[in-house]
């Protein structure tokens, strides 16, 4: 079955992480934050984001599970877009997925090692896909690890890019987000964020 919003638990700040957080405290983004570990697919919220290529027809991974669960008529708007920019986002209906709304960005290839560029690009991706979910009204928005799958984007490189880039948007647009969940998929994933999420959304 599908799993409502109400059904995935908000993530807490912890006081006593071993690193000194890189951010302050802002009480405004105070249960707007989760990590779930398991399938995007079946998360019954406004908007999950997909980790798509250029051409937005369908890859493997998690673009290749959201088609299957979307049904044909995804790749059909898909189609209709005329692909999709790197760091760039677009969105279309969530056919038949509990999400109303999916999120396709592109992240950056990064098989040959991470610059500037990679960094930036995959920067964007988080920062246009929250932008495109506020302008379609869609509270609650789902992440994959983006790029660090098939891309190669290192995940302990990728998650620091991930939660600043929550952290910038949601401290300037906290009104118009009620959650923003981090979706993993990977055990290694999970205790990352974990030991991540305090530096960019502390306690104290
Ligand atoms: P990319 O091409 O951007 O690297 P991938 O789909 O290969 O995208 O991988 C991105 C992340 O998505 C990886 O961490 C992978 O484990 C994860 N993933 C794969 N399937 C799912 C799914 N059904 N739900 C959530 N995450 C998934």
Redesign the pocket.
Known sequence: GSVPLNDIPVWTPTAGSSEPSRYQRNDKLDQKISLYSG???KLEIDAIVN?A?KTLLGG????G?IHRAAGPLLKKECASLHGCETGEAKITCGYGLPAKYVIHTV?PIAQGGVGEEERKALRLCYKNSLKTATENAARSVAF????????G?PPEQAVHEALATVREYLDAHHDKLDRVIF?V??PT?KELYLQNLPLYFPAG
């Open positions: 399938d995007i697919t980790a290529n493997g991974g998690v673009d599970a992240g994959p690890c983006i790029s660090t799958g098939i891309y984007y979706c998929f990977l994933d």
